[in-house]
């Protein structure tokens, strides 16, 4: 994955809105908190589900990007905008 760069700065702005996905505790709270909004996940199989073996796979192909944060928490970046 490269950056692109830009002298837009309107453009940039638009590029953080869509990309920024919140604030979480960890990249798996992150994880938890997507699957349960786009998918349901019926007991007792949302008990195995690998949140974060999830996770390095989202990263490994390019689609998140995590920046920790001061406090601790990290910042939640989508590559798919």
Do not use: H
């Not at 490269?2 to 700065?9: L, P, R």
């Not at 919140?22 to 007792?44: H, M, Q, S, V």
């Amino acid at each position: 994955m490269g950056f692109n760069y830009c002298k837009d700065v309107a453009k940039v702005l638009e590029y953080f809105e869509s990309s920024y996905q919140g604030e979480f505790a960890n990249k798996e709270e992150w994880a938890r908190d997507f699957i349960d909004t786009c998918y349901t996940l019926e007991e007792p199989l949302k008990d195995y589900f690998d949140y974060e073996e999830y996770v390095r796979d989202c990263e490994d192909a390019g689609e998140m990007v995590f920046i920790d944060a001061d406090n601790g928490n990290v910042f939640a970046f989508t590559t798919n905008f």
